[in-house]
């Protein structure tokens, strides 16, 4: 093992406060909330298990490590559904921050709210000011 991973071998807990892991070194049933995601599951209201820790170039500002939370996949429960009065109300939003408030027209995407406006009828109202 690497001094760099040896750095984030703490399984039992002792240094981190966490049991700790090196990259893709964590045991099989421990998953990151992302995981769970996408197995179907959610933590299920158990606290963080563990994480892994890594060094990283890009956060050398916040001293240079990463960390990724890791939940028991045993404690996991599965993900809710929405029910349909739920699905409803968030098409009927996301409806609304589609439609153009001048030109009353669905503009296929969520509106600028910088510009309050789809972009056709912003690029109207700058062409109007400049003139």
Same mark, same amino acid.
């Given at each position: 093992?690497?001094?760099? !991973? &040896?750095?984030? /071998?703490? =399984?039992?807990?002792?240094?981190?406060?966490?049991?700790? /892991?090196?990259?893709?070194?964590?045991? =099989?049933?421990?998953?990151?909330? +992302?995981?769970?995601? &996408?197995?179907?599951? !959610?933590?299920?209201?158990?606290?963080?298990?563990?994480?892994?820790? /890594?060094?990283? !170039?890009?956060? +050398?500002? !916040?001293?240079?490590?990463?960390?990724?939370?890791?939940? @028991?996949?045993?404690? #996991?429960?599965?993900?809710?559904?929405?029910?349909?009065?739920? +699905?409803?109300?968030? &098409?009927? #939003?996301?409806? &609304?921050?589609?439609? $153009?408030?001048? $030109?009353?027209?669905?503009?296929?995407?969520?509106? =600028? *709210?910088?510009?309050?406006? $789809?972009? @056709? $009828? #912003? @690029?109207? +109202?700058?062409?109007? *000011?400049?003139?």
């Amino acid at each position: 093992m690497s001094r760099i !991973r &040896a750095r984030f /071998w703490d =399984p039992t807990g002792r240094h981190y406060g966490l049991p700790t /892991w090196p990259w893709r070194m964590a045991p =099989p049933h421990l998953l990151t909330r +992302r995981q769970l995601t &996408a197995a179907g599951l !959610r933590p299920g209201g158990q606290g963080v298990q563990g994480q892994v820790l /890594w060094a990283s !170039r890009r956060y +050398r500002a !916040r001293g240079g490590v990463r960390a990724a939370y890791l939940y @028991d996949v045993r404690f #996991a429960l599965p993900k809710r559904t929405a029910t349909v009065r739920q +699905r409803a109300a968030l &098409a009927k #939003a996301n409806a &609304a921050r589609r439609t $153009c408030p001048h $030109c009353q027209r669905d503009a296929g995407y969520v509106l =600028p *709210r910088h510009l309050g406006l $789809c972009l @056709d $009828c #912003a @690029d109207r +109202r700058e062409m109007e *000011r400049a003139a």
